[in-house]
């Protein structure tokens, strides 16, 4: 884009293994964006697709000048195409929206309308979700956890459809974060926001990306990455194991000197060790986590390896 036609509008979207939805994407995009009446861009970043995805991109590319493309080396997850968008966004309102056209793209004026002077993010919520039962629920209880982690005046939006002024993206740089759940992030943040209600459609090609595994890692992602509550409940069960042990000591000397009775120790003893042999693994277990992000911090290796890009 020229430096007399600079972009306004920008439109993020990561892709993994959407080539049969990509064409239909593309063009109600198109004709989404024709309508701005300002100069925008969509960027495409494909994070390691295997099934012809960035080929279909480039076919799509030569009809329409206003996208732009970026292939990674292998799949490093969505939040890093969602970062690499970013970075290589130009807009001075950068919009959020995944590729299989769940929350579609007509609903994207309304974030547009959303913005004022005072607000620096517009963030969604489905009217009605069409999700299977499980990604629905999955979704709901990791919401609701993140709640009761950070508490009522954390405003936690973990939806992927969003929009921005260009400035939250420079904040969101600022972090040096080795771990990017950009949802979390934005919300911690806590820069002025609005929530709007939009549409949400079922999925009619490909299928979801996440799996039952994938809701367990975002939920130990969140857990660890932005919280040190695992810390503190190391801490909570050493002091309680610590008063579990004095409790048993003080009964079994109740039971010796005053009621005369000597209770068999090996019972009592093997279940006293059973459960502080407990604590002490999970403990280790949960140190070992903050010590791997510390070393992967250390290493610091980039968040993504691009092989193309295509302007």
Known sequence: MGKNNPVEISLVIPVFNEAAILPELVARLRAV?????????IIFV??????????????????DPQLRLLKFTRNFGQQAAVLAGFRLSLGEIVIQLDSDLQHPPEEIPKLLEAFTDEVDMVTTRPEKRQDGLLR?????????????????????????FRAMRHSVIEKVEACRDRSRYMAVLMSWMGVPSVEIQVEH?????????????????????????????PLRVVTYMGLFGAMVGFSVMLFLLFQRIVQGVLIEGFIVLSAVFAFFAGVQLLSIGFLGEYLGRIHTQLQNRPDYIIEKEID
Do not use: M
């Not at 964006?33 to 861009?41: A, H, L």
């Open 33 to 41: 964006c024709s309508g701005f009446g300002k100069p925008y861009e």
């Open 46 to 63: 494909d994070d390691g697709s295997d099934d012809g995805s960035f080929e279909t991109l480039k076919e799509l590319k030569r009809q």
């Open 136 to 160: 629905t629920s999955g979704s709901r209880y990791l919401h609701a956890f993140g709640q009761l982690l950070f508490g009522r005046a954390f405003k936690l939006n973990l939806s992927s």
């Open 201 to 229: 459609h079922s999925r009619q090609k490909g299928h979801t990306k996440y799996s039952v595994l994938n809701l367990i890692q975002l939920t130990w992602d969140l857990i660890t990455g932005y919280s040190n509550f």
